[in-house]
């Protein structure tokens, strides 16, 4: 005896319903696969795009004012009235790419006042072969270098005979560009 005609026909409906079933989830698998595919790869372009724009700069680009400080590490705190005083001084890279930097008498400023009086500064009257002098900063790297001071006064148009700086209290400054650095307190006794 064979199965009952009932049965067979909620047999075969079942299977029907299961292939369609099977159907549908293989197209939206499938449909999920390609849409991502598109997604991922527009995601990938952005990303490229977004990355050439962070190109970092060439290496013997300039260094941002922002990615630069300055410090004083040694100076002096007593001078002799007349006499000569160093300052050393770092320039860091504190930016993420390699980068050059003027560390030049003209660039590189070093300025003693006292008060609101301007003594003297690096910048006065610099020698040719100290106006520029590129160099190449890493990220985090410094440069140090000293800045001699004669112990005497200066101005722009280099005057001779200026008045001698008296004993009393005073500070120097260090600039590079609109990069602002320390500031430290020195004595001439």
Request: proline share 5%.
């Amino acid at each position: 005896m064979g199965p009952k005609p009932a049965r067979v026909y909620w047999v075969r409906r079942l299977i029907v319903l299961a292939v369609i079933l099977l159907v549908l989830i293989l197209l939206v698998i499938f449909g999920m696969k390609l849409f991502s595919s598109d997604s991922d790869s527009s995601a990938k372009t952005d990303r490229a795009a977004a990355q050439e724009d962070e190109t970092p700069p060439a290496p013997d680009e300039a260094c941002l004012d922002k990615s630069v400080s300055l410090s004083f590490d040694s100076y002096p705190n007593f001078v002799k009235a007349g006499k000569k005083a160093e300052f050393e001084i770092s320039v860091t890279n504190e930016g993420d790419h390699s980068c050059t930097v003027d560390v030049g008498a003209r660039s590189r400023e070093v300025v003693i006042t006292s008060g609101s009086d301007r003594i003297w500064s690096s910048a006065d009257c610099a020698e040719s072969d100290d106006e520029s002098n590129l160099v190449l900063l890493r990220p985090g790297t410094a440069n140090v270098g000293a800045v001699k001071w004669s112990g005497e006064r200066s101005n722009e148009q280099c005057s001779k005979g200026l008045p001698e700086p008296r004993p009393g209290n005073y500070k120097a400054n260090v600039t590079l560009g609109e990069a602002e650095g320390t500031e430290v307190a020195f004595t001439i006794e």
